[in-house]
Each structure stands twice: as structure tokens, then as C-alpha cells.
């Protein structure tokens, strides 16, 4: 089983997303209507493991990156090597969607095998340090979009909160024009989520396991490249491996991006109830099973958000329950479809950027604002 510390950090929810103690109905309306829902979805049983799924997902992803390999080994000193290296950038961010599976605790039924699943696979082959990913992902679940809590809305290149967009200089210059300068900077994305890895393994002496994580993400960081540049020489190997960062960077930012940016701010200070803010704070994008696969299932961002646990492959089928319950108590159910879910992020951003106060007022949310 995991740490209570690591187990806290990933249930946020405050009915039935797992094992936790569920609120009985009755304390008030709002956990009432969460139990409701949560007692139709596992009714349903929706929150039921789906093993066999993510074994096939796993062997299939285990199947390619055997193949890229082979590429990487056999197509010899060609430009086409790069095309090879966007694979990997994809594989990779593949990966990174299993690690993630693993870590909210969907794939085993043991606690300590999805941890020691998420811990490898994040390390070895993502790149990713599971200790810090799990403290920022389980702040980010427990308080989305909120200000001051949820650290992905954190000032750092972008401004996502308007009353910390008056920057000067070269970082001002960023801000004004961050809207448009989204899709190269999440280009870099692979870079900042590498560094920030390996400075929180280096620096947090306290990390669970932080010695068998220093040493995965030396493996990682040391044998791929290396590999890639003894096969490929210096120039091209060069290329392949900025390429991969690239597609990896813009993959794995890509896919988290539309889910919550452009999507109403909670005041640190607010109170609102589990259902309405894991709702209001999230968006779903339409697309259809490729997108799902794209996506590896983020895509269903309010049901994620809403049953932690649920495996991926029972997010489209709990959409349709988590719908209607919405709709019969007037919370905003947002979707939208790919494209229009990132031009909706440039256009915050923009307006961020450029100083408006309040560039995406929520009617809801701004019930729960302290008078």
C-alpha cells in the first residue's frame, strides 16, 4: 500500500473515488449531490479496474518503442531519423499518460504496485520524477485553478493569474505577448519538466525512495542521448534528440493545457464545494476515440477530476451520468472541441498579458467570492 502521505496527495475527492471514508448524505446539499452521483458510478461499476486494458496498452506501447528502437538502429545516417525521433517524443508522452494512470491508483488493485509502475516507468523511459510529480499533480486535484493553491497556474514564463501580470523587462515583454508565444514556449515544455525532476530529487532529502529515483533518472538522462549520438554521430544526433524534446514537450504540454487554462479562477480564500470545483475549474474536449487516444483520456477532465480512481477507459462511459447530474443542478458543464479549446487558452492568455482584470469572470464562481 502507499504512504499515507502519498495516498493523501492523489484522493481529493470527498466521496467514493476509491477506498477513502465517504461523507454520508445529508451533512449538507453539496455532498448529498456528490453522493449521489458517486453512489449511481459505482452502482454502474464504473470505478471497477480495468487490468487486461492497460496490460494491452502496456504491451503495445512496449511493441513500438521496440520498433522505434529498430528504426533508431537500421535506418543509418538519413534526415528520416527525425521522424524517428518525433516517435519517440510520442511514445514517450504515451508513457507519461500510463504513469499518470498509475499514479491516481487505476491500474493494479495494490497501492504499492501502481506506485513502484508509476516510479519506473515516470523515471526510466518518461524522464519524469514520480516524488515531485505526485506532490504537484495532488495539489493541482485537490484545489484546480485556485489561486495560490493549485501550483500549474503559478506564475513562471506565463501569467495565468491577471493581478501577477505587471512584469517588467524581458519577462513584461513575454507577458504582453504570451497568448502568442504559447505554442513555442510549450515546445520547451520537456525542458522545464527534466529540470524540475532532477532538482526536487537532488534537493529534497525527504523523498520517498529518492536514491533508487536519482539513480533511474541518471539512466535516463545519460544512456538515451548517449546511445543516440554514438548511433547517429554528433550532428544528427544533435537534431534527433532536440527534435524528440520538442515533440515530447509540445505532446505532453498539449495534452494537459486545454483542460484548465481559460477556465474561471477560484480567490484563494473561497469556499465552494467539491462538485462545483472540480467542475467549474475544468474542460472537456470533443474529438471521438482518437482524441481519446491522443489524449489518453484527459480529455474527459471534469470525470477525471470527479473519480481520481476511474480507470481512463470508463471516462467516456461515466460522461453521459456526470452530464445530467450537472444539468439537473445548473452547474456549467464545459466542452469544446480541440482547436477551439487552445484558441480559448491564446485568447486568455492574451488578455492576461495585456491587463485585463478579470478576463474570464465565471457567474458561478463568483457566488463563492468573499464580500
Given at each position: 500500500m502507499p504512504s499515507p502521505q502519498e495516498t493523501s496527495q492523489l484522493e481529493s475527492a470527498p466521496a467514493t473515488t476509491g477506498r477513502r471514508t465517504v461523507k454520508?448524505?445529508?451533512?449538507?446539499?453539496?455532498?448529498?449531490?456528490?453522493?449521489?452521483?458517486?453512489?449511481?458510478?459505482?452502482?454502474?461499476?464504473?470505478?471497477?479496474?480495468?487490468?487486461?486494458?492497460?496490460?494491452?496498452?502496456?504491451?503495445?506501447?512496449?511493441?513500438?518503442?521496440?520498433?522505434?528502437?529498430?528504426?533508431?538502429?537500421?535506418?543509418?545516417?538519413?534526415?528520416?531519423?527525425?521522424?524517428?525521433?518525433?516517435?519517440?517524443?510520442?511514445?514517450?508522452?504515451?508513457?507519461?499518460?500510463?504513469?499518470?494512470?498509475?499514479?491516481?491508483?487505476?491500474?493494479?488493485?495494490?497501492?504499492?504496485?501502481?506506485?513502484?509502475?508509476?516510479?519506473?516507468?515516470?523515471?526510466?523511459?518518461?524522464?519524469?520524477?514520480?516524488?515531485?510529480?505526485?506532490?504537484?499533480?495532488?495539489?493541482?486535484?485537490?484545489?484546480?485553478?485556485?489561486?495560490?493553491?493549485?501550483?500549474?497556474?503559478?506564475?513562471?514564463?506565463?501569467?495565468?493569474?491577471?493581478?501577477?501580470?505587471?512584469?517588467?523587462?524581458?519577462?513584461?515583454?513575454?507577458?504582453?505577448?504570451?497568448?502568442?508565444?504559447?505554442?513555442?514556449?510549450?515546445?520547451?515544455?520537456?525542458?522545464?519538466?527534466?529540470?524540475?525532476?532532477?532538482?526536487?530529487v537532488l534537493q529534497n532529502r525527504k523523498l520517498k525512495h529518492r536514491r533508487i529515483e536519482l539513480a533511474l533518472l541518471v539512466w535516463r538522462f545519460i544512456s538515451f542521448p548517449l546511445l543516440v549520438l554514438v548511433v547517429l554521430g554528433p550532428g544528427l544526433g544533435s537534431a534527433f534528440m532536440g527534435v524528440q524534446l520538442l515533440v515530447f514537450g509540445a505532446y505532453m504540454g498539449g495534452s494537459f493545457a486545454p483542460n484548465h487554462k481559460g477556465m474561471p479562477l477560484i480567490p484563494h480564500d473561497s469556499k465552494i464545494d467539491f462538485l462545483s470545483r472540480q467542475v467549474l475549474t475544468s474542460r472537456n474536449i470533443r474529438g471521438g476515440k482518437i482524441v481519446d487516444w491522443a489524449m489518453g483520456g484527459l480529455n474527459y477532465q471534469i470525470e477525471h477530476h470527479l473519480f481520481p480512481r476511474m480507470p481512463s477507459a470508463h471516462l467516456p462511459?461515466?460522461?453521459?451520468?456526470?452530464?445530467?447530474?450537472?444539468?439537473?443542478?445548473?452547474?456549467?458543464?464545459?466542452?469544446?472541441?480541440?482547436?477551439?479549446?487552445?484558441?480559448?487558452v491564446v485568447k486568455y492568455l492574451n488578455r492576461v498579458g495585456l491587463g485585463y482584470a478579470d478576463p474570464m469572470e465565471c457567474p458561478l464562481v463568483s457566488q463563492y467570492r468573499p464580500r
Open positions: 454520508q448524505p445529508g451533512e449538507n446539499p453539496q455532498v448529498s449531490d456528490f453522493f449521489e452521483l458517486s453512489r449511481k458510478v459505482k452502482d454502474a461499476g464504473l470505478m471497477e479496474r480495468r487490468v487486461g486494458r492497460y496490460i494491452a496498452r502496456m504491451i503495445f506501447l512496449g511493441l513500438a518503442l521496440a520498433g522505434a528502437f529498430t528504426l533508431l538502429f537500421t535506418l543509418g545516417d538519413t534526415y528520416w531519423q527525425l521522424a524517428v525521433a518525433a516517435l519517440f517524443g510520442v511514445l514517450f508522452t504515451q508513457a507519461g499518460f500510463l504513469t499518470h494512470d498509475a499514479a491516481h491508483q487505476q491500474i493494479f488493485s495494490s497501492g504499492k504496485r501502481n506506485a513502484w509502475f508509476s516510479r519506473i516507468t515516470g523515471n526510466l523511459i518518461v524522464g519524469l520524477s514520480y516524488g515531485w510529480w505526485t506532490r504537484k499533480h495532488g495539489r493541482h486535484h485537490a484545489n484546480p485553478n485556485t489561486v495560490g493553491k493549485d501550483g500549474d497556474i503559478s506564475t513562471g514564463a506565463l501569467v495565468f493569474i491577471p493581478e501577477e501580470a505587471d512584469r517588467t523587462g524581458f519577462m513584461g515583454w513575454i507577458t504582453r505577448r504570451q497568448g502568442w508565444l504559447f505554442f513555442p514556449l510549450l515546445c520547451l515544455f520537456a525542458f522545464a519538466l527534466h529540470y524540475n525532476s532532477v532538482k526536487s462511459l461515466v460522461q453521459p451520468l456526470v452530464r445530467q447530474h450537472c444539468a439537473e443542478r445548473g452547474i456549467p458543464y464545459t466542452e469544446a472541441g480541440l482547436i477551439e479549446s487552445y484558441a480559448i
